[in-house]
């Protein structure tokens, strides 16, 4: 029986060639629209205009006012690995254009019947050039005032298994907007029009960042951003970061440019991620537009033909900046944007250091106002000692407390301080909502989310600096245990390394079934001691030590701060709500609690005035 021979190697076909690249290249209409928005753009283009029918498969028309492209290169810019960008390894290793690999046009070309008019700057007239997805037409004079016209018909006409691939017209056009999008949003000082089926959806004047982010996203997303601006050895990242109250189900609003090229990064992501990853609800997404500048021998852009892949020479660098610069943004008290400030996408919206926490003192603050303690050595009772001589007890009537000071007259004029954002409290709702009045108007405040995420930042400041007071208990508290919550604790005694103590806490074993808990931290010896215990036992068993205090520092403190945070249906006194007030104003990430959830919401007085038909 013949045995099977190996064919021979033959050298490909260059039509053949062009189209097995045209499959990483052009997977669809809107990455032929990508790499003809790069040339346009590489050529110095201020103004581009982009047509598509049929959501790009009947006809892809890209016209720019660039510097145009010569006779003597039309032939060559439909040939493969011909490029005017690189001409060394020197040249690819600091590429600082978009288009360099040469590819490109020539399999656009080779799955498409493609033409280019073009007319280079002090040219008498333009010339055109044509493609029929094999031969190339011979070039000839054509009417063009400047730059060039690039039109793509009947895409992939004559590789039919790869057009049955394509998905109906508004699903590509979907596509085609969104790398239309990307390229707008990179190049403000560039204007965009986009037509499709000879309607025009999107046009875009030239003007500042903030404007293109405007018209590009919207109002409410330029609204609720913060404006991003970091500088460090030789690294910059610029641009807008929504809040965290400004998030998405999906990750449709995010968008990552390195040295001008939109990229989808893996290290960049992750580093975003963790930014977000205590101020953002687990289920949701957030939103941005944000560029990283750097030498561009730093960052290697030739790792994929699509060029969204780069590989950074320095990854762990590149990973602590961006995440360092949009966490320091991020932890800035979120408050309120008055009149004068709300053009401003970032400033510390509480006109003070967001560590500076002495309001009292403050000449502008009404004295009669008492500030919660909630230092890392606050005594016990919680609320109830924390103001001395204020006298409080959990059967207080509600109408007491809504009396502001207790009787004392208080000037309005405080409530329209802007020192003050979140205001004065007034009343507090079912033991769970506070109510203050501001300059804007009515703020509501959940107090426990307020003052978990203000205990959980200080149980983080308190670590880092491994200074988490403890406080012994005058009563040691014994429970019931498990043996892997025994041995757990057994473990951590024999290790010798301290991890319980560096949380605060000291434990005993007084039977094999049997723990005690002899010392809490400070600021939550109030909580209760043996569900606290077992929460932390719970992290320490199924994570280890190491990345209990590490990765997953931030759960475990999370659940420490909830047992700490005061509970509902507590009732307080107006001194001790102001005081909340007050250290959230000064707390870092106060407008969201550790879960992602928000804190208050402002109700302007306008929403008011709708709400009962004042000036109908």
Not at 62 to 80: C, E, F, H, S, Y
Not at 124 to 131: G, T
Not at 157 to 171: C, E, G, H, I, V
Request: proline share 5%.
């Amino acid at each position: 029986m013949p045995r099977n021979l190996p064919n021979a190697i033959k050298l490909l076909p260059d039509q053949l060639i062009n189209q097995i690249a045209a499959g990483e290249v052009v997977e669809r209409p809107a990455s032929a629209l990508k790499e003809l928005l790069e040339n346009s753009l590489d050529a110095g283009s201020s103004d581009i205009q982009v047509s598509l029918m049929q959501g790009g498969i009947k006809q892809l028309r890209v016209a720019d006012n660039g510097k145009g492209i010569p006779q003597d290169d039309l032939k060559m810019a439909l040939t493969r690995h011909a490029t005017s960008k690189i001409f060394s390894l020197e040249d690819l290793e600091a590429v600082a254009s978009l288009g360099f690999r040469g590819e490109a046009l020539a399999s656009i070309a080779s799955v498409s019947r493609t033409t280019i008019v073009s007319r280079a700057l002090e040219t008498k007239h333009a010339w055109r050039i044509a493609s029929d997805g094999n031969e190339i037409s011979v070039i000839e004079p054509a009417a063009l005032d400047f730059g060039t016209v690039i039109e793509v018909n009947d895409l992939y006409f004559n590789t039919p298994a790869r057009r049955k691939f394509l998905k109906t017209d508004s699903t590509e056009f979907g596509h085609s907007e969104e790398a239309f999008t990307r390229v707008a949003l990179s190049r403000p000082d560039v204007s965009f029009t986009l037509q499709h089926n000879g309607r025009v959806l999107s046009r875009f004047v030239s003007g500042s960042p903030s404007k293109r982010f405007n018209e590009v996203l919207g109002a409410e997303f330029a609204a609720e951003s913060i404006t991003i601006v970091e500088e460090a050895a030789g690294l910059r990242l610029w641009g807008v970061a929504a809040k965290p109250t400004f998030n998405r189900n999906s990750r449709d609003t995010q968008y990552v440019y390195v040295n001008g090229r939109f990229v989808r990064d893996k290290l960049i992501a992750h580093a975003i991620r963790q930014a977000y990853q205590d101020v953002l609800h687990h289920d949701r997404h957030p939103a941005f537009v944000l560029f990283l500048e750097l030498d561009p021998s730093l960052v290697d852009v030739n790792v994929h033909p699509s060029k969204t892949e780069v590989r950074f020479r320095d990854g762990q660098a590149i990973h602590r900046f961006i995440y360092h610069s949009l966490n320091k943004n991020l932890a800035t008290p979120t408050g309120l944007s008055n009149a004068a400030t709300a053009s401003q996408a970032a400033h510390n919206p509480f006109g003070h250091s967001p560590f500076t926490s002495q309001y009292s003192n403050s000449p502008n603050y009404p004295q009669q106002q008492t500030q919660i303690n909630l230092n890392a050595n606050q005594p016990s009772a919680f609320y109830g000692t924390l103001f001395g001589g204020l006298k409080h007890s959990s059967d207080s009537s509600l109408t007491e407390n809504l009396t502001p000071f207790s009787g004392q007259n208080f000037d309005a004029q405080f409530a329209q301080s802007s020192d003050f954002p979140l205001g004065f409290a007034v009343a507090q709702i079912h033991g769970v909502y506070i109510l203050a009045q501001n300059k804007l108007g009515l703020v509501v405040i959940d107090m426990h989310a307020a003052h978990e995420r203000i205990m959980y930042e200080r149980l983080k400041n308190a670590l880092d600096t491994k200074q988490v007071p403890m406080q012994p208990l005058l009563i040691p508290v014994s429970f019931n245990a498990d043996r892997l919550e025994v041995a757990t604790v057994q473990e951590e005694l024999s290790s010798g390394l301290d991890n319980l103590q560096q949380l605060g806490f000291e434990f005993a074993i007084l039977s094999p079934n049997t723990l005690a808990v002899r010392a809490v931290p400070t600021m939550l010896q109030d909580a209760d001691a043996v569900t606290l215990a077992r929460n932390v036992l719970k992290d320490l068993r199924e994570f280890g030590a190491t990345r209990a205090l590490t990765e997953r520092r931030n759960e475990l403190l999370g659940t420490m701060a909830c047992h700490a945070a005061v509970r509902a249906n507590r009732i307080l006194t107006i001194p001790e709500m102001n005081g909340l007030l007050r250290d959230m104003e000064a707390t870092e990430r106060s407008g969201m609690c550790n879960h992602g959830r928000p804190t208050w919401f402002q109700v302007s007085m306008s929403d008011l005035d709708k709400m009962f038909m004042r000036g109908k």
